[in-house]
């Protein structure tokens, strides 16, 4: 089997058009332009590049887009005094602090210094717990775009065996939440998981998130099975020249693809879905904060 490949790429923009949307109503009807604050401590490149492209991003959706960029010795009570302004600021309705911070801040000290009602990373306790027990408000980016995804390739998920290969607060965690709220059998594999490949081989969906590079093999992979990688590494590619590099997933790609039903690549895979739903995120918390419903038809 030659799997399907799920164009991430393609699919976020498509949502980023229904979000322009979104965002034009706000604006024409209710006077409200959604404002989205990215805050960037220290110059790690990959997160530099990050947070460059979700800056371009929402000002292109029409949203007013504030980067903050702060320097890499930011002390924790600088950078809390900042996440403070921004919960005061009513041209803000989502805050991002891009992860990781610098060793000297503490990063659950910031997150919970963000205002819930403008937590569009869906970091904080309130909107993991509102997550958990099912109420409406932001939703964790990554995990949303990865149940996009899978929900637009397979359809309903009810009783499919899924299996998640990382435990982070980031992805593990909220996309357990997530595949339960679909009904899906859920089992989350970690670096302690005995016999990982004999769990992968039981799985309908696999979602890896481990960040080591090509770590699942092909032959872990249940043929015709729905494999979403979101893993992002940069390894060297000494074929392409001298210190050349490239991207590469959690998932040995080209061997995955040759027994999957269905796969992500990488890059294009669930990397621009992440930024969509960030922006969708920020519609939703607008709304909310100005007693407006969120829009049902971005995430849902
Ligand atoms: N670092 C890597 N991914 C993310 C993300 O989705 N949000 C934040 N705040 N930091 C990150």
Redesign the pocket.
């Known amino acids: 089997m030659t799997a399907t490949i799920i164009d991430g790429k393609s699919f976020a923009e498509g949502l980023r058009g229904r979000i322009a949307g979104h965002v034009q109503r706000l604006k024409a009807e209710h006077g409200i332009t959604p404002g989205l604050a990215v805050v960037i401590v220290g110059h790690d490149p990959a997160s530099q590049v990050?947070v460059t492209n979700k800056a371009r991003q929402t000002a292109e959706v029409g949203m007013a887009s504030f980067k903050h960029e702060l320097p890499e010795d930011t002390s924790e009570a600088d950078l809390l005094a900042l996440v403070h302004r921004l919960n005061n600021d009513d041209q803000v309705h989502g805050i991002?602090?891009?992860?990781p911070v610098p060793k000297q801040i503490d990063s659950i000290k910031v997150i919970e210094a963000i205002a819930p009602s403008k937590d569009v990373?869906c970091f904080t306790p309130a909107n993991v717990g509102k997550v958990q027990i099912g109420l409406p408000g932001p939703v964790s980016?990554?995990p949303l775009g990865c149940l996009m995804l899978l929900r637009d390739q397979i359809g309903s998920l009810a009783g499919l065996n899924a299996v998640i290969i990382g435990r982070s607060n980031?992805v593990g965690k909220p996309m357990m939440q997530l595949l339960l709220r679909e009904n899906c059998t859920v089992t989350v594999a970690h670096s302690r998981t005995k016999n990982l490949a004999d769990v992968v081989r039981g799985a309908d969906i696999v979602v890896a998130a481990v960040g080591r590079p090509e770590m699942i093999r092909g032959d872990w992979i249940k043929p015709g099975a729905t494999v979403i990688d979101v893993g992002i590494n940069r390894i060297p590619a000494p074929e392409r020249g001298e210190g050349k590099t490239r991207l590469v997933g959690d998932v040995a790609y080209a061997e995955a693809a040759a027994i999957a039903g269905a796969i992500t690549p990488v890059p294009g895979g669930v990397g621009p879905m992440?930024i969509a739903c960030l922006l969708a995120n920020t519609v939703t918390t607008a709304s909310l904060i100005n007693g407006l419903a969120p829009p049902t038809d971005l995430t849902a």
Not at 96 to 99: G, H, K, N, R
């Open positions: 990050y991002l602090v891009q992860m990373d980016c990554t980031l992440t």
